[in-house]
């Protein structure tokens, strides 16, 4: 199999990307080394804003046992439940995220429960534990994305703008290829090549800048929770573009509506909202 990926627009071509490593006969896939990665690098970076803001960092490390477990559930149980047809006739793949399979929203979603009821058991600030937490979590995203990068996978639609990502069409699943990927299909050295939008990269970037803004403001909040709710919101506001382009969209059953692009529209309303009620109540209480 040909495993080049090309940014032809830029001029990078990397010959040989494989999408795992064999250790003592097992195969260990760079998704989950990626994702372990960012895992890892978000933990370290809360419990370092904890011990920066006068909180026990043990409370964070305690606290991503439990997120990390249920955080991979969830953003299981989302990507199957929005894409059962791929799953029902084979329930024991479900529990292979080795190639993928993992979306993001699930997980978040499930993070923000694990919070809240671990904030409830151990009497802490669940606002609070969300502010220090989201840094990490923005950070885990930025760099887990990259995991799709291996898996040759959350591409956009055919594009030929300056970051255009080249892929060999047998690298890819043929269920992300659209017709118009195909209408504009290269075929070089006997290799038919597809051009996309790496949208991986798109959230990639658009997670640092995000963490960026959160690091520069973190000083200035009003309120408890304020940093996670401007996170809700700048990380929706991508997403919400970044999903458009995509072409392994998880729908909502029996539409054609992408499930992630309306539940980040809607996150960006209501973070918005919150974050404007939240602050002018602040500043009254201030005021006094």
């Known amino acids: 199999m040909t495993r080049t990926i090309e940014f032809p627009n830029m001029g990078i071509l990397l010959e040989n990307v494989g999408d795992h490593v064999t250790i003592f006969g097992f195969d260990?896939?760079?998704?989950?080394?990626?994702?372990?990665?960012?895992?890892?690098?978000?933990?370290?970076?809360?419990?370092?804003?904890?011990?920066?803001?006068?909180?026990?960092?043990?409370?964070?490390?305690?606290?991503?046992?439990?997120?990390?477990?249920?955080s991979v559930i969830g953003a299981r149980i989302y990507y199957v439940a929005f894409s059962w047809d791929m799953y029902k006739d084979d329930?024991?793949?479900?529990?292979?995220?080795?190639?993928?399979?993992?979306?993001?929203?699930?997980?978040?979603?499930?993070?923000i429960i694990t919070v809240i009821i671990f904030a409830k058991i151990k009497k802490l600030s669940a606002p609070l534990l969300f502010d220090t937490a989201v840094l990490g979590l923005v950070a885990g995203q930025m760099i887990g994305r990259?995991?799709?990068?291996?898996?040759?996978?959350?591409?956009?639609?055919?594009?030929?703008?300056?970051?255009?990502?080249?892929?060999p069409v047998e690298a890819v699943r043929t269920s992300d290829i659209t017709q118009l990927m195909r209408k504009k299909m290269e075929t070089i050295d006997n290799v038919s090549y597809i051009q996309v939008h790496p949208t991986f990269l798109y959230e990639s970037l658009w997670c640092m800048m995000v963490l960026i803004l959160l690091l520069l403001y973190r000083r200035h909040k009003k309120f408890n929770g304020e940093v996670f709710l401007m996170y809700l919101f700048g990380y929706g506001a991508g997403r919400v573009w970044i999903e458009g382009l995509r072409t392994d969209q998880l729908l909502l059953p029996g539409t054609q509506i992408p499930v992630s692009q309306m539940?980040?529209?809607?996150?960006?309303?209501?973070?918005?909202?919150?974050?404007l009620c939240f602050r002018k109540k602040a500043k009254t209480s201030l005021d006094f």
Do not use: C, H
């Open 28 to 70: 260990i896939a760079f998704y989950g080394m990626i994702i372990g990665l960012g895992i890892l690098a978000g933990i370290f970076i809360a419990a370092a804003e904890a011990k920066r803001t006068g909180q026990n960092p043990e409370n964070y490390y305690d606290l991503s046992i439990y997120a990390v477990i249920f």
């Open 91 to 111: 329930w024991k793949s479900i529990f292979n995220i080795r190639q993928g399979g993992l979306a993001i929203y699930g997980g978040v979603i499930a993070a």
């Open 146 to 167: 990259w995991g799709n990068f291996f898996n040759r996978e959350a591409f956009g639609e055919y594009t030929d703008n300056l970051f255009a990502m080249r892929l």
């Open 263 to 275: 539940l980040a529209g809607a996150l960006v309303v209501i973070s918005l909202g919150m974050i």
